[in-house]
């Protein structure tokens, strides 16, 4: 029995399944997951002994790489005043005015632990300002694990999810008769601008611009789930990247510099509804943690400087154009979708699985679900590229 197999045994004796998130089970691809002791830059280093080249990032919130000097350097330095005060701090209001500086639409925000209390919050918002109780959302998007949210889990009554109403993205057909068969009773539209928890899709043209039409034509809030986007396809998110302008925004942890931070902002006359303005309340004792806060701070510094997206761009271009001329060689049916930094990895049937553990056995570490996205980071150099493409040109034969 290798190391990984041991610790996974033993965190099942203490640890619901193992994991304290399900995707890294590694239900979908078999095995026991690679337990990690540090991260540096593009690399993870195993409780094996091998590094790996990462491209899940945490789950894209680490856009600068693991551990940057900058981040660490600010993270120090806060630490060292104290871990969590349960008070607001300067710092809360210097990351604000980043945030809205990159993301002008939102005009006053609330800090908050993780994305899917952004989400939770959002709505809850939304509601209190229309007075209205619908939620569009679509069927191919994660929202975070709020009760409204998961219409397919054990636990959730079905009165939680009467409000919540699922139309199919990319179909503002199916978005229009949704609305049409709750007579004005919709008080938010919710939408991945682009859906990262079913491999990645694109927008069609038009499409979130008709859903922002739309939103306007019944009096419903747009809010636009940015945990994956923000910050990732561009500086000024998806919203930024598309032009569409919407009413609510929420970012996730790559705001808090890859810690635990979520964050919901939006139209000013909106967000005047939260406590103690309004009376839609939301509340957490760590909610602007100094240490996040900070993080966020310097990872915001990092990206605003000149080029930088360029460089992921150019780097993830240069990498999935591999794959799909790899895949093109090797005769596989691999699909491959991009944008910016962020792109998918699939294979029919359950081809994925051998492909999965055909990369991680060369030391290349990709999502373990062929439902999940990818991401570089500026770490990721040509070498991890050219050294990543091998591996799958050897996984592919």
């Not at 190391?3 to 239900?27: H, M, Q, T």
Request: charged residues 25%.
């Amino acid at each position: 029995m290798n190391i990984n197999d041991k610790l996974f045994r033993e965190a099942k004796k203490y640890i619901a399944g193992g994991v304290n998130s399900p995707v890294r089970s590694f239900l979908a691809v078999g095995g026991a997951p690679i337990f990690i002791r540090r991260a540096k830059g593009s690399k993870l280093y195993g409780a094996d002994g091998r590094s790996y080249v990462d491209y899940c990032q945490s789950w894209g919130a680490t856009i600068l790489g693991h551990a940057h000097p900058a981040v660490v350097a600010r993270l120090l330095q806060a630490i060292s005043r104290g871990t969590s005060f349960g008070a607001p701090t300067e710092d809360e209001t210097v990351l604000a005015k980043k945030i809205k500086d990159a993301l002008p639409s939102m005009e006053l925000m609330r800090f908050v632990n993780s994305g899917t209390e952004a989400v939770m919050s959002a709505l809850r918002v939304a509601r209190g300002y229309t007075n209205k109780k619908k939620v569009i959302k679509f069927r191919e998007s994660y929202h975070g694990h709020a009760d409204s949210l998961l219409s397919k889990s054990d636990g959730v009554p079905g009165e939680f999810l009467m409000h919540t109403v699922e139309a199919a993205y990319n179909d503002l057909h199916s978005v229009k008769a949704a609305v049409g068969r709750h007579n004005g009773g919709i008080a938010a539209i919710l939408v991945e601008p682009v859906c990262g928890n079913y491999g990645v899709i694109l927008p069609k043209d038009g499409f979130l611009a008709g859903l922002r039409a739309i939103a306007d034509r019944c009096g419903a809030v747009l809010i636009f789930d940015e945990v994956i986007t923000g910050f990732r396809i561009s500086r000024e998110g998806a919203q930024g990247y598309f032009g569409v302008t919407p009413d609510i925004t929420c970012l996730g942890k790559i705001a808090g510099g890859g810690l635990p931070f979520g964050v919901y902002g939006g139209r000013r006359e909106i967000m005047r509804k939260v406590a103690p303005l309004g009376e839609v309340y939301q509340a957490g004792t760590l909610a602007g943690n100094p240490i996040a806060v900070n993080a966020g701070i310097a990872m915001l510094d990092e990206l605003s400087k000149d080029g930088i997206y360029d460089i992921l761009e150019e780097k993830t271009e240069g990498l999935c154009d591999g794959l799909r001329r790899e895949s093109k060689r090797a005769g596989a049916d691999l699909n491959v979708v991009n944008i910016s930094s962020i792109f998918s990895v699939s294979l029919e049937g359950g081809k994925f699985k051998k492909f999965f553990h055909a990369l991680l056995r060369k030391g290349i570490y990709i999502s373990p679900s062929p439902f999940e996205s990818c991401f570089l980071s500026l770490a990721h150099t040509k070498g991890d590229i050219d050294r990543t493409l091998e591996a799958v040109r050897l996984a592919l034969e």
